[in-house]
């Protein structure tokens, strides 16, 4: 029963992360710009954040934030929430939704990166042979927009991967 259950929220979770694009698209027919499309989600979003902190302070022994980590989470939040967010939300005004999936989905290059240039991770080949293999397909589905979509792909595109970029940091910096 858990495992079903935990099945169906991951596919639910995965069927409404890849949504989200495509309803921003949408919006962004009618007029609406980014800054109010992440205000939207940011409102939308924080009843359950509430419900979250009002759960886990039921606790009885829980044990306090340290002014220290409460900076730390506050200073990840935005970067990983909000930035990354806001620059997502700014490149799919300029690419399609499947161009914007593959190039967030380039952030595990970026976390290999950073953990090679900040936690002295070595990079194998089988991590070279991954990324390149990844970089070939998303060159492919690039190219294909480049050809035939109106509108700036390099801006949008520039847009998305500094997205991919910022939850990268999150990551690291949350790991």
Same mark, same amino acid.
């Given at each position: 029963?858990?495992?079903?259950?935990?099945?169906?929220?991951?596919?639910?979770?995965?069927?409404?992360?890849?949504?989200?694009?495509?309803?921003?698209?949408?919006?962004?027919?009618?007029?609406?710009?980014?800054?109010?499309?992440?205000?939207?989600?940011?409102?939308?979003?924080?009843?359950?954040?509430?419900?979250?902190?009002?759960?886990?302070?039921?606790?009885?022994?829980?044990?306090?934030?340290?002014?220290?980590?409460?900076?730390?989470?506050?200073?990840?939040? %935005?970067?990983?929430?909000?930035? #990354?967010?806001?620059?997502?939300?700014?490149? !799919?005004? *300029?690419?399609?939704? =499947? $161009?914007?999936?593959?190039?967030?989905?380039?952030?595990?290059?970026?976390?290999?990166?950073?953990?090679?240039?900040? %936690?002295?991770?070595?990079?194998? #080949?089988?991590?070279?042979?991954?990324?390149? !293999?990844? *970089?070939?397909?998303? =060159? $492919?589905?690039?190219?294909?927009?480049?050809?035939?979509?109106?509108?700036?792909?390099?801006?949008?595109?520039?847009?998305?991967?500094?997205?991919?970029?910022?939850?990268?940091?999150?990551?690291?910096?949350?790991?």
């Amino acid at each position: 029963n858990a495992r079903l259950s935990g099945a169906l929220i991951v596919a639910a979770a995965a069927i409404a992360f890849s949504g989200k694009a495509v309803i921003i698209k949408l919006a962004y027919r009618h007029g609406v710009d980014a800054v109010t499309l992440l205000a939207l989600r940011m409102i939308f979003s924080a009843p359950l954040f509430l419900a979250l902190a009002w759960w886990d302070n039921r606790r009885e022994h829980r044990t306090p934030l340290a002014a220290a980590d409460a900076r730390t989470i506050a200073i990840l939040g %935005f970067i990983g929430y909000y930035l #990354a967010s806001y620059f997502d939300f700014l490149g !799919l005004q *300029y690419v399609t939704a =499947a $161009l914007e999936r593959l190039l967030l989905f380039i952030h595990p290059t970026f976390v290999l990166i950073l953990s090679a240039m900040f %936690f002295k991770r070595r990079i194998t #080949a089988r991590d070279v042979v991954a990324v390149v !293999l990844s *970089y070939l397909g998303i =060159a $492919l589905v690039f190219g294909h927009d480049v050809a035939t979509q109106p509108g700036n792909v390099l801006l949008g595109s520039a847009w998305v991967l500094l997205s991919a970029l910022f939850y990268a940091a999150y990551l690291i910096g949350s790991g």
